[in-house]
């Protein structure tokens, strides 16, 4: 990685497992957490083939097939804890990223 690139540091005191984070309709500021799973899949999906973790992907395959978010969410949870550090690592990152953006202003969530 070049010296003079930016390192993304996590801004939430706490990055949920997926599976506790889907769990959740709404966020606490009305933010769709369903509709976020899908770009997120694709996001892992594309960094385990980047990695050359043929064998995670076709998990998150498998589970995505399933069409059941807390499944998909486990799944996604359970590729983190086998895969190498660096890749553990950008998919933490996604993760963090997924749960922070769109939550200030709310993304989807039924007006009240």
Request: glycine content about 8%.
């Amino acid at each position: 990685m070049p010296e003079d690139s930016e390192v993304f540091v996590c801004q939430l005191s706490k990055v949920e497992s997926l599976e506790e984070y889907f769990s959740k309709e709404y966020g606490e500021k009305g933010e769709c957490r369903p509709c976020r799973l899908q770009p997120m899949a694709e996001l892992y999906l594309g960094v385990l083939e980047d990695q050359g973790e043929t064998e995670r992907a076709a998990d998150l395959i498998n589970a995505y097939e399933s069409g059941d978010i807390l499944t998909i969410a486990k799944a996604m949870d359970t590729i983190k804890s086998n895969v190498g550090d660096e890749t553990r690592d950008q998919l933490v990152n996604l993760d963090c990223i997924g749960q922070t953006i769109g939550a200030e202003e709310g993304d989807g969530a039924p007006a009240s």
